[in-house]
């Protein structure tokens, strides 16, 4: 059970939003890089965020290019999870890659600030602050699995292939 924060955003938020370009030199440093996302979204969701809290969001979240690095600053930089109502489907791909869940849940009723409880395995989330509980779209088994050792190349090293 993942517990955390939500920090809300729009539709649309490209690759961009999560790790801007200017940026990008620090690709092969990731813990640098992730100091920086989501800054060109809300130059002030570090200072505010706390590991363990959700990225929130609308439709098609990760548009744009296709990096990797992208999902990766978001989990190095302790996003537990993103929320939101469909992801560009690279950068989906991507997040289960690198070890960062995503659920396609309908975000409207969450705002900035409510306190989330996630079961990846169910698909639940609850919203603690608003006590509504809202049902995401489970992820299948092997994603989960994937998830749980912590990314594609993770569970390879530790399983073989899938």
């Known amino acids: 059970m993942l517990r955390g924060r ?3 955003f729009g539709d649309n938020v490209s690759t961009d939003h999560i790790t801007p370009g200017r940026y990008f030199h620090l690709r092969s440093k990731i813990e640098e890089l992730a100091k920086h996302v989501m800054e060109d979204a809300d130059p002030e969701f570090m200072k505010k965020f706390k590991p363990g809290d959700f990225v929130v ?3 098609n979240f990760g548009m ?3 990096r990797e690095h992208a999902p990766l600053a978001l989990k190095v930089a302790g996003v537990s999870a993103v929320l939101a109502k469909s992801f560009a489907r690279i950068f989906y ?5 690198v070890g ?6 309908d ?3 969450i705002d900035s600030g409510d306190v989330l409880e996630v079961d990846l395995g169910s698909g639940i989330v609850r919203d603690l602050t608003k006590n509504i509980e809202l049902k995401a ?3 299948p088994e092997f994603m989960l699995n994937i998830l749980k050792a912590g990314g594609l190349v993770e569970y ?3 399983y073989g292939d899938l």
């Not at 791909?93 to 890659?97: D, K, L, S, T, V």
């Not at 960062?100 to 849940?105: A, D, G, N, R, T």
């Open 107 to 109: 975000t409207d009723p």
């Open 64 to 66: 744009g290019s296709s």
């Open 57 to 59: 969001a609308g439709k």
């Open 137 to 139: 779209k489970p992820l």
């Open 93 to 97: 791909r991507n997040a289960i890659n």
């Open 100 to 105: 960062l869940p995503v659920l396609i849940v």
């Open 156 to 158: 390879v090293k530790t």
């Open 6 to 8: 939500a920090w809300k």
